[in-house]
């Protein structure tokens, strides 16, 4: 297994990063998780707008232009040479010194890993998930925008201990008014009526990927579709519930606060909007051939 760091493909077990690099030491930089389908790496043009968007929020500037990263993502894929694989895009502020001042690092890192992810154990997708409420609040958006995808994750991460703490996998995460944002890794998203409902990102919710990508699907579906602020009410009196992310993709949830959400089992709205989802996976995105000639990032 190759890892892409700053220009050059070398083994996993020999890729370094600067133990001064700001990324390491203050959580200073951004990342893209992105997966492949059969050879088809999907929405690669979204993750790169997500990624730069986000570069610019921080004025952090990448040292590849949008193109040149792609072809290190597509390379990168290739050597991995697996047909369905996770991609890990990190950019960090580099390496400068102890203080906090941006300013020293002298040039942004860039690190991509390809490989495989299992977030849930299988049987999850098909019974569906338990989720607890926790009291680590989401960061306010008027302290960090949330559509900023940045290496902070120690309030999800608190968020995530609390809900294994609590004997489940996954955790749902209030605002600061306490309004429904997201959980600890994943959008959620409920359905009420025939209806669905997700929350906004004015509410704390990143602008996930995979959600959009849900709400388009919904869109050709028929099936109407509402980004507000709900409260657990709305969870706990909703018809379906289910998640979604890169990694996870789209899975239900059937249980909230030991509220049985709906009949207590993956609904028929969160199939549909799973099996519109899986064909969008594989005929939107760049596809790789992965018996390719390694380019010219050797």
Known sequence: MQVYVDGQFMPAEDARISVFDHGFLYGDGIFEGIRVYDGTIFRLHQHMQRLYNSAQCLLLTIPLSPPDMSAAIVETVTRRGLPNQYVRVVVSRGAGDLGLDPRLCRRPSVVIIADTITLYPAHFYTN????????????????????IKSLNYLNNILAKLE????????????????????????????????????????AGALQGVTRDSVLEVAQALG??????????????????????????????????????????????LTAQLRQGFETLCHRDGVHVSLHATCGALA
């Open 128 to 147: 569906g998930l338990e989720l607890v409420t926790v009291a680590t609040r989401r960061t306010p958006t008027w302290a960090l925008d949330p559509r």
């Open 163 to 202: 809900a294994q703490q609590a004997g489940v996998l996954e955790a749902v995460m209030l605002n600061g008014e306490g309004y429904v944002a997201e959980c600890t890794a994943d959008n959620i998203f409920f359905v009420r009526h025939g209806q669905l409902y997700t929350p906004s990102t004015a």
């Open 223 to 268: 099936l109407p579709a509402t980004e507000g602020f709900f409260t657990r009410y709305d969870l706990y009196t909703a018809d379906e519930c289910f998640m979604t992310g890169t990694g996870a993709e789209i899975i239900p949830v059937v249980r909230i606060d030991g509220r049985t959400i709906g009949a207590g089992c993956p609904g028929p």
